[in-house]
């Protein structure tokens, strides 16, 4: 059954406050008897913000961004992006931001008073938390030390830097912005101000040895940032990369380079909690985390998507991708262009596509908490994904295997199959 996206609004919106328990009965039941959730609790809410302009597309890029030709409009962005948070608040109303991401395109292409303002107007908006996370995605080619200083002044807490490579040959290859000495130079400028940083790097470049791969990890271990994010370069659908193939390290040579960068991390005592990401003790990325436990996110601006939950139904949104044309259509209020609720037979899936990307696993009551459902709905994938050896659960864990880690991709099959 599809639900309206507006059905009766004193239940619509938790922020009407009144807690989930004091829903009509009546209301409840006719939930119940048609098939859709009950959730007793909404899950923690992050905030996404996207800014979808860059210097320049990078050839392996599938993101909605988009280069300047020559500049951007930024104040019409940020009324923009004003008015598509104020129109999006009914469905949030009340509940606390505990992370904020500004990702890209090249967030930091935006002036020190833009992000000021924009981070004021989200204050104003929504109520945060007081110990938020708020990370701002920075590409190397664009650090200014003044602005720098201005973007931590104005709340940002934890940067996030897109180096991908300490070799200037390969940046080139990947068409960055930025050379070597840049990367280096980036990270220096954001010690002075930032105490939690993420770098981005990637391997399986083209050209790459695997000796050249060893060498930029153990380059960025020693700047010793608080978080690590380590990407298998993909030549994906609709990227130059995906039209124009380069000549990557094979599927030997890539594994290879996995198992060396993996060895290193640890040996830095980096935690690898996530297929790609490592991070000191106590710096996981939290914004990333509620994605992965499927929790909750508003996002907005140009492309950006939602998911949202509700007592009895999960919706996801996508906003228009188009820069000018989102910007007209949430000056106008309305910067949705879709809006869809989850199908029940289809939730369980996306949850464990979400939680198995976690080493540690997940907590068996998560699963109800966040879908609504009971775990034994999924018993039979479960029941074959352990017997092959790719996950490992009792009473209280549900976990994938070093086997499962490694064949991800066959796991999060097994629980697609079962819709």
Known sequence: MI?????VTNFENPGDGRSLSEIPQQVADHYLRSGSLNLSALPPLS?????????????????????VKTSFDEDLYLSALRADLEAALPLVWGRKIYTIFIGGGTPSLMSAAGLDRMLSDVRTLLPIDGNAEITMEANPGTFETEKFRSFHASGINRLS???????????????????????????????????????????????????????DVDTAIQFAPQHLSLYHLTLEPNTYFAKYPPVIPDDDLSAEMQDEIQ??????????????????????????????N????????????????????????????????????????????ESTEIPRNEIGFEFMLNALRLNQGFEVNLF??????????????????????????????????????????????????SE
């Open 47 to 67: 905030l996404y913000i996207h800014f979808p302009w860059c210097v320049r597309k990078c050839p392996y890029c599938d993101f909605n961004s988009h280069e």
């Open 368 to 417: 109800n908490d966040r879908t609504g459902l009971l775990l034994s709905s999924l018993e039979k994938p479960l029941i074959i994904a352990e017997k092959k050896g790719l996950i490992e659960r009792d009473h209280k864990i549900i976990r994938p295997t070093i086997l499962g880690r490694r064949f991800l991709n066959d796991l999060q099959q097994l629980f697609l199959e």
């Open 263 to 292: 060895a290193r991390m640890l040996q830095a005592q980096y935690g690898n909690y996530e297929v790609s990401a490592y991070a000191k003790r106590g710096r996981e990325a939290r914004h990333n985390l509620n994605y992965w």
């Open 294 to 337: 499927f929790g909750d996110y508003l996002g907005i601006g140009a492309g950006a998507h939602s998911k949202l939950s509700f007592p009895h139904r999960i919706v996801r949104q996508a906003r228009y991708k188009q820069p000018k044309t989102y910007m007209e259509e949430s000056l106008r209020g309305a910067a949705v262009q």
């Open 161 to 215: 830097i897109g180096i991908q490579s300490f070799n200037s040959q390969h940046l080139q290859a990947l068409g960055r912005i930025h050379d070597g000495d840049e990367a280096s130079r980036a990270i220096d400028i954001a010690q002075k101000y930032f105490d939690n940083i993420n770098l981005d790097l990637m391997f399986a470049l083209p050209g790459q040895t695997l000796e050249e791969a060893k060498r």
């Open 3 to 7: 639900i309206p996206i507006k059905p």
